[in-house]
């Protein structure tokens, strides 16, 4: 089962990450295998880290709970909030098989959440751009409940595209860069 993590930074918790980051990146290889896109998500300085996204694949929603809520910097206190979600792998690869590399181009989180009717269930044509897409899903996997993309574009704006903006509640758009040690 794949699973969408994307941890939030508690607002002045840069040092804390900072002291932490052996830690995290420690737990994270431990999960080397299971891995399909990590990496962190700035404020618009791109300097300042604003969260942590990690999309994995585990046996089961327990599994998935104990890799979000037992990581480093979640215990220590430097995140406010977890969004876990169930994920589909629509690419059918990992971010290290982007065909655009690790270091070109500008990267963006998109998350789109919504109700309904789920929209953006088919891979948009330019899927060279796409380094992961896939619906977000309830926790039994039976209900949409949003899309969450990991791409590169040239801006925000051309990164919010990616999805029909008009059939979410939110459309969340962050900087984003490939993460980890590889």
């Given at each position: 089962?794949?699973?969408?993590?994307?941890?939030?930074?508690?607002?002045?918790?840069?040092?804390?990450?900072?002291?932490?980051?052996?830690?995290?990146w420690s737990?994270?290889?431990?999960?080397?295998?299971?891995?399909?896109?990590?990496?962190?998500?700035?404020?618009?300085?791109?300097?300042?880290?604003?969260?942590?996204?990690?999309?994995?694949?585990?046996?089961?929603?327990?599994?998935?709970?104990?890799?979000?809520?037992?990581?480093?910097?979640?215990?220590?206190?430097?995140?406010?909030?977890?969004?876990?979600?169930?994920?589909?792998?629509?690419?059918?690869?990992?971010?290290?098989?982007?065909?655009?590399?690790?270091?070109?181009?500008?990267?963006?989180?998109?998350?789109?959440?919504?109700?309904?009717?789920?929209?953006?269930?088919?891979?948009?044509?330019?899927?060279?751009?796409?380094?992961?897409?896939?619906?977000?899903?309830?926790d039994d996997?039976?209900?949409?409940?949003?899309?969450?993309?990991?791409?590169?574009?040239?801006?925000?704006?051309?990164?919010?595209?990616?999805?029909?903006?008009?059939?979410?509640?939110?459309?969340?758009?962050?900087?984003?860069?490939?993460?980890?040690?590889?």
């Amino acid at each position: 089962m794949e699973f969408f993590c994307y941890h939030r930074d508690r607002p002045g918790s840069l040092p804390l990450r900072e002291e932490l980051l052996e830690a995290h990146w420690s737990y994270m290889d431990g999960y080397e295998k299971e891995l399909i896109a990590r990496g962190p998500t700035f404020a618009a300085d791109g300097e300042t880290p604003t969260g942590s996204v990690h999309i994995v694949d585990l046996p089961d929603p327990a599994a998935a709970r104990a890799f979000a809520f037992d990581e480093p910097n979640y215990q220590a206190g430097a995140y406010r909030d977890v969004l876990l979600r169930r994920w589909r792998n629509l690419l059918g690869r990992t971010m290290w098989d982007f065909p655009g590399g690790r270091t070109d181009g500008n990267r963006y989180l998109v998350l789109g959440l919504g109700t309904g009717e789920a929209t953006d269930l088919a891979v948009p044509h330019d899927r060279d751009e796409l380094v992961a897409y896939g619906p977000l899903l309830s926790d039994d996997g039976a209900t949409w409940v949003g899309t969450a993309v990991l791409l590169r574009a040239p801006d925000p704006d051309t990164a919010r595209a990616v999805l029909t903006v008009d059939r979410y509640a939110d459309v969340e758009v962050h900087d984003w860069e490939f993460g980890g040690r590889r």
